[in-house]
């Protein structure tokens, strides 16, 4: 080797001696890269209990009485109301010197309604909805305190 090689000097441009030059060529590649680090779940739950409720429970009741009348009439009457009761009126032909129709009875249905509140204890649901959270891909599933 020679002097100029080894003391670091550029070599003379008549030198034989060839100058070997790098070229660099620097390149990145700029990625995203997915990663869980937590999840979230969501589930419906559904509370059956039973509940009481107030209802109001209306039941009718008929009276129905027989009225004996027993008089003589020229003509059949209709059914009738007098207030809540109904009267229906009921004919035979009795056997007299002569034939005559006679009120043998009215039937008086008389029609009552009663209110009456009752507690009754029924079936009732309700949804809750529960949100939990997970740290990490492998971490424990946790009630999310911000989902109320």
Not at 35 to 61: C, D, F, N, Y
Not at 66 to 81: H, L, M, Q, S, T
Not at 85 to 95: D, K, M, Q
């Amino acid at each position: 080797m020679r002097d100029e090689e080894t003391s670091g000097a550029t070599p003379a441009p008549d030198s034989y001696d060839a100058v070997r030059v790098s070229a660099v060529k620097e390149e990145i590649a700029v990625g995203v890269a997915t990663v869980e680090t937590g999840a979230v779940r969501v589930r419906k739950v559904v509370h059956e209990e039973m509940q009481p409720i107030s209802v109001r429970l209306r039941t009718q009741e008929v009276d129905v009485q027989r009225i004996p009348v027993n008089r003589p009439v020229e003509e059949r009457d209709e059914p009738r109301r007098e207030g809540d009761t109904l009267i229906i009126p009921i004919y035979e032909y009795v056997p007299v010197v002569r034939m005559q129709l006679t009120l043998k009875e009215e039937v008086h249905v008389k029609t009552t309604e009663i209110e009456e509140d009752v507690i009754r204890r029924v079936l009732t649901n309700s949804e809750e909805l529960v949100v939990e959270r997970r740290e990490g891909p492998d971490g424990r599933w946790k009630k999310d305190p911000s989902a109320g």
